[in-house]
């Protein structure tokens, strides 16, 4: 028979060892002594992060295009940062972070549809979040990967470098603002349409059916001077068949306007080439509309005059 002292002592026995060889629970007891109801993961270190958390539209820093949107909000009752990626090529990802009390350091794993993974971790330096790793590329060859979270004002600013030499050298991957969802300024939204539309007049003089697609919303209509109408699947197969060649396909005297999720594009048109070997050089002018989606800008409605006179 256990009397009762032999109960107590054998008990605080177990509970010594427990606590001296879970690192785990000494940490949460240590958190959680001054008051047992304080939730787990309350402390400061778990929140180093929350400058990050937000809902994003994601713009390439150089050249102010439109990435993808990303939402980042705590998840595990408080305990990790969840991150929810869609960039307007289709890819879609999800990050988990979390602060790992027992190492005092930072670890993130990020997941892609694309069959992806990547694991870093790091920590909290000079108010900036760095975290590296390492992962094999396409090729095979491994890659360490450092990327780093920079609040900036209302924005948050992430880069991060590459080196394939054991860290000798190190070379740009990408640079990206993250910046409020419909807290972008008009002239911001204004830039980054009218640099989306250079890009689809380009991809089309390149018959870039990939670069169109990306930019064309699905039910995108054009409606020509002569009143004939293409969607999307039309542009898609013309450009892909190749009929047309452009020498030219060059826009002028161009605007961009913005209204709210809305923005036109209205500018003159100069295109020369052939068409199935005929050749045409005419010059007309046309209105672009962009709506702002969840997956960011797209050309929802296109519509252009007949050819201006040659004088």
Excluded at 9 to 19: D, E, G, Y
Excluded at 45 to 52: A, L, T
Excluded at 69 to 77: E, M, N, P, Q, S
Excluded at 161 to 169: C, H, K, M, V, W
Aim: net charge negative; glycine share 8%; hydrophobic share 35%.
């Amino acid at each position: 028979m256990i009397t009762t002292s032999k109960f107590l002592t054998t008990l605080l026995l177990v509970t010594a060892f427990l606590t001296a060889s879970s690192p785990t629970l000494r940490a949460t007891d240590s958190e959680r002594a001054d008051n047992p109801q304080t939730p787990y993961c309350s402390t400061t270190d778990y929140h180093q992060f929350d400058f990050w958390l937000g809902d994003w539209d994601v713009f390439e820093l150089d050249s102010g295009k439109h990435d993808a949107t990303v939402r980042v909000d705590r998840a595990l009752d408080g305990c990790a940062v969840r991150e929810q990626y869609h960039d307007d090529s289709g890819m879609r990802g999800e990050s988990l972070s979390i602060y790992d009390s027992t190492r005092k350091v930072w670890h993130q794993s990020w997941f892609t549809n694309r069959g992806r993974y990547l694991a870093i971790e790091g920590h909290l330096e000079s108010g900036n979040m760095v975290l590296a790793g390492t992962y094999k590329d396409a090729e095979g060859v491994n890659t360490q990967v450092r990327g780093t979270w920079s609040p900036s004002g209302k924005d948050v600013r992430e880069t991060a470098i590459l080196s394939t030499d054991q860290g000798n050298t190190w070379k740009p991957w990408f640079d990206l603002i993250f910046r409020a969802r419909n807290e972008a300024t008009s002239g911001d939204d204004a830039k980054i349409v009218g640099a989306l539309d250079t890009e689809f007049q380009a991809a089309v003089r390149n018959n870039d059916a990939a670069t169109m697609s990306r930019i064309l919303a699905d039910d995108f209509i054009l409606v020509t001077g002569s009143g004939k109408t293409q969607n999307k699947t039309d542009l898609l197969e013309e450009s892909r068949s190749g009929q047309i060649h452009y020498e030219h396909q060059e826009d002028t005297e161009r605007t961009v306007r913005v209204w709210g999720d809305t923005a036109v594009v209205t500018a003159k048109l100069w295109g020369k080439g052939t068409n199935l070997d005929k050749p045409f050089d005419s010059t007309l002018w046309f209105s672009d509309t962009y709506v702002r989606t969840p997956t960011g800008w797209r050309y929802v409605f296109g519509q252009a005059s007949l050819p201006m006179p040659v004088h």
